[in-house]
């Protein structure tokens, strides 16, 4: 009996330093949700949104939802994480995180370096979501609501609500360095910013940010990013106001949205042909509106809206910023890589003077209240 209880006793203490030691190695990690990075003085400027492995008290450490920001300089990346360490006390961990901001500066002055510190940390999720902030990235990591912080995870939420819908920009890490090393294609990412709502503080994600290479070169804003998602066919759930001279303003929604997107040579100038078809809903609160007498007038103005979205969406990025955000040129590659090859040919430059026909057919579905 005796030696039992001595094993028993054994056992328990066991499990106590065990556990113990688990307690110490979390406490001894920086678990990282968030990272932001700015530039200064051409010096890195680092901020990280850490789990607060203290005061989770014991609690699951993502459900406790508590954060610690931390913030360093350095020549390269690895030097501010150097000086974050040593701050912080813990070893960086970047398996757990779930976002990364660039400031606007550093995001102009191209992005090229820094991701290649990112690329090396095979730690770091593809799946990490990807923000360009108006400003600093370090100012939206330490925006505070409610006096508390605004966390990883509830940032991620805003950029996924952003553009009004649920296909929203969601350039995840992987996308976009794919992207950036891309010739004929540019990256782009959601564009956040602080703004003041109703005497508050309010994060936005509206606007996408768009990239030539590794530089920023453009932001498209709320009308135009709209015009980029309907082209995609990534509309769903987009709300929108058309303007009538017959109604006051109304306001429809897409349901469902399918975009077919022809890139062909016609006489050595390349035409694109953008065929789409929108699905949408009609808020019966608008005045003067009645959904089932007025709707092909009702699908005619908002094809016509959707129609000029498009366009405006063209426009910033190829025309005036010669970008192709849409992927013309790399349907054009796929089937005429040889010819392109063989002639030596600018896909982008030659975008800036095609000619694109735009078709949109609309479909009002039912009337809804919200």
């Known amino acids: 009996m005796k030696k039992v209880s001595i094993i028993i006793i054994s056992f328990l203490l066991l499990v106590f330093i065990s556990g113990c030691m688990q307690v110490a190695q979390v406490n001894e990690k920086l678990i990282i949700q968030a990272m932001g990075v700015d530039l200064s003085d051409e010096e890195y400027i680092i901020t990280v949104q850490a789990l607060d492995v203290e005061s989770a008290g014991g609690k699951d450490l993502v459900a406790a939802k508590k954060v610690k920001i931390f913030k360093a300089r350095g020549y390269s990346i690895q030097d ?21 901001i660039m400031g606007e500066e550093i995001a102009k002055s191209g992005v090229g370096v820094f991701i290649d510190f990112f690329i090396r940390n095979y730690d770091f999720s593809p799946g990490v979501n990807v923000l360009v902030a108006r400003g600093k990235a370090c100012d939206i990591l330490t925006t505070k609501i409610d006096e508390k912080i605004i966390t990883a995870e509830k940032l991620a939420s805003i950029s996924k609500e952003g553009m009004d819908a649920n296909n929203s920009v969601n350039s995840n890490m992987g996308q976009f360095i794919g992207d950036v090393k891309c010739e004929n294609r540019g990256a782009i990412a959601g564009y956040i910013m602080s703004e003041e709502l109703d005497e508050k503080n309010a994060l936005v994600v509206d606007k996408i940010a768009f990239f030539n290479g590794d530089k920023l070169v453009g932001v498209l804003d709320p009308e135009e990013s709209k015009g980029y998602l309907f082209i995609k066919g990534k509309s769903f759930g987009i709300s929108d106001l058309v303007y009538s001279p017959d109604f006051l303003d109304i306001t429809y929604t897409a349901s469902n949205s399918k975009s077919k997107i022809k890139v062909y040579l ?25 959904c089932e007498s007025d709707s092909s007038n009702i699908e005619s103005l908002v094809s016509d ?12 990025s190829i025309i005036d910023n010669k970008t192709d955000i849409f992927g013309f040129s790399c ?24 000619e694109y026909n735009i078709k949109v057919k609309t479909k009002l579905v039912s009337a809804k209240s919200y």
């Open 331 to 354: 349907r054009f590659l796929k089937f005429n890589f040889q010819y392109v090859k063989e002639n030596d040919l600018d896909l982008v430059e030659m975008l800036q003077d095609a």
């Open 266 to 290: 016609q006489e050595d100038k390349l035409s694109v042909s953008i065929d789409m078809n929108v699905s949408l809903y009609v808020s019966e609160s608008n005045v003067g509106v009645n």
């Open 305 to 316: 809206r959707i129609k000029d979205l498009a366009k405006k969406a063209i426009k910033k």
């Open 80 to 100: 501010a994480m150097v000086n974050i360490k040593s701050q912080s006390g813990g070893k960086p961990i970047y398996s757990q995180a779930i976002l990364l």
